[in-house]
């Protein structure tokens, strides 16, 4: 419930401020909240789509495998621990899964706590000593508990949003000024317009990207935190320097980079990672 009341307040938040913008600047508003609905439709759109389609498409994305019965020590070991987990934090037990790649990784998705996904790779359980795998699923639980997913997919949403209006609206605004009275300036203006508007969709949208990540390493702090809180400090600490002993290590693909227990590291600037520095999230865990 806490959830989609603060759907509809950002949403609200956002046409009261766009109505002020509008009749500061003169523009009418009716044409304008046309555009602001459209550009809320579209936005929103994907985010949630990608949501509530969230564990099959990352079941999809990386192979892995449900388990529904343990067939070996490992996967018994596994469920016990997720669900040790999930009671202690007064969680239902997400399903399990696991994936066969060389890195060492983990991540949790779903469109909401009572219906959520953790799956682990096979380089994570071989990589890693049991004490620093709890630690990782605890990560991951952590993630769920604080309705990661769900938040990311509204903000993301919300950015849509923006995106989609702003460029759009300045581009109208920048088409209409060409003031032209030829009978081929509806064309040209047409041209300008989707121009303008695309240049400007790519930029608001690496601006957007920028607050995503940022929240996305936020999160990252809290879910780190949590494991914390979970199952001590020391085995999170222990789990992350064990990620940083890897020379190359092989990245996620996509959206599911910014759920995993790891992310891209020197390989883009800063404001568009969507994990901390590993040494930040240690540094963060020893201050608790």
């Given at each position: 419930?806490?959830?989609?009341?603060?759907?509809?307040?950002?949403?609200?938040?956002?046409?009261?401020?766009?109505?002020?913008?509008?009749?500061?600047?003169?523009?009418?508003?009716?044409?304008?909240?046309?555009?602001?609905?459209?550009?809320?439709?579209?936005?929103?759109?994907?985010?949630?789509?990608?949501?509530?389609?969230?564990?099959?498409?990352?079941?999809?994305?990386?192979?892995?495998?449900?388990?529904?019965?343990?067939?070996?020590?490992?996967?018994?070991?596994?469920?016990?621990?997720?669900?040790?987990?999930?009671?202690?934090?007064?969680?239902?037990?997400?399903?399990?899964?696991?994936?066969?790649?060389?890195?060492?990784?983990?991540?949790?998705?779903?469109?909401?706590?009572?219906?959520?996904?953790?799956?682990?790779?096979?380089?994570?359980?071989?990589?890693?000593?049991?004490?620093?795998?709890?630690?990782?699923?605890?990560?991951?639980?952590?993630?769920?508990?604080?309705?990661?997913?769900?938040?990311?997919?509204?903000?993301?949403?919300?950015?849509?949003?923006?995106?989609?209006?702003?460029?759009?609206?300045?581009?109208?605004?920048?088409?209409?000024?060409?003031?032209?009275?030829?009978?081929?300036?509806?064309?040209m203006s047409s041209g300008v317009y989707f121009l303008v508007s695309m240049?400007?969709?790519?930029?608001?949208?690496?601006?957007?990207?920028?607050?995503?990540?940022?929240?996305?390493?936020?999160?990252?702090?809290?879910?780190?935190?949590?494991?914390?809180?979970?199952?001590?400090?020391?085995?999170?600490?222990?789990?992350?320097?064990?990620?940083?002993?890897?020379?190359?290590?092989?990245?996620?693909?996509?959206?599911?980079?910014?759920?995993?227990?790891?992310?891209?590291?020197?390989?883009?600037?800063?404001?568009?990672?969507?994990?901390?520095?590993?040494?930040?999230?240690?540094?963060?865990?020893?201050?608790?």
């Amino acid at each position: 419930m806490m959830r989609i009341l603060l759907f509809l307040a950002t949403n609200m938040a956002v046409l009261f401020v766009f109505n002020i913008i509008l009749s500061l600047t003169g523009i009418r508003s009716q044409d304008a909240l046309g555009l602001l609905i459209f550009a809320g439709l579209f936005g929103f759109a994907g985010s949630l789509i990608s949501l509530f389609f969230s564990k099959s498409m990352a079941l999809r994305a990386v192979n892995a495998e449900v388990i529904h019965s343990p067939r070996n020590a490992t996967e018994m070991w596994l469920m016990q621990t997720i669900q040790r987990l999930a009671e202690k934090d007064d969680l239902p037990m997400p399903e399990v899964a696991i994936y066969y790649a060389e890195e060492m990784n983990a991540f949790a998705t779903g469109p909401s706590k009572n219906n959520s996904l953790v799956a682990v790779s096979s380089g994570l359980l071989n990589g890693m000593t049991e004490n620093e795998v709890e630690a990782v699923l605890a990560h991951e639980m952590s993630h769920i508990k604080n309705g990661d997913m769900v938040t990311m997919a509204l903000l993301q949403g919300v950015l849509n949003t923006f995106v989609i209006f702003l460029s759009r609206l300045i581009a109208n605004a920048v088409a209409s000024s060409r003031g032209d009275d030829e009978e081929e300036s509806g064309v040209m203006s047409s041209g300008v317009y989707f121009l303008v508007s695309m240049v400007l969709e790519f930029i608001f949208g690496l601006l957007a990207s920028i607050i995503a990540m940022w929240f996305s390493r936020q999160r990252e702090f809290r879910a780190d935190a949590g494991a914390a809180r979970l199952v001590g400090k020391q085995k999170m600490i222990a789990a992350l320097r064990r990620l940083e002993q890897i020379p190359d290590p092989q990245d996620m693909q996509g959206s599911l980079a910014a759920f995993g227990i790891d992310g891209k590291r020197g390989s883009v600037t800063d404001l568009f990672l969507s994990h901390p520095p590993l040494e930040k999230r240690i540094e963060a865990l020893e201050k608790l």
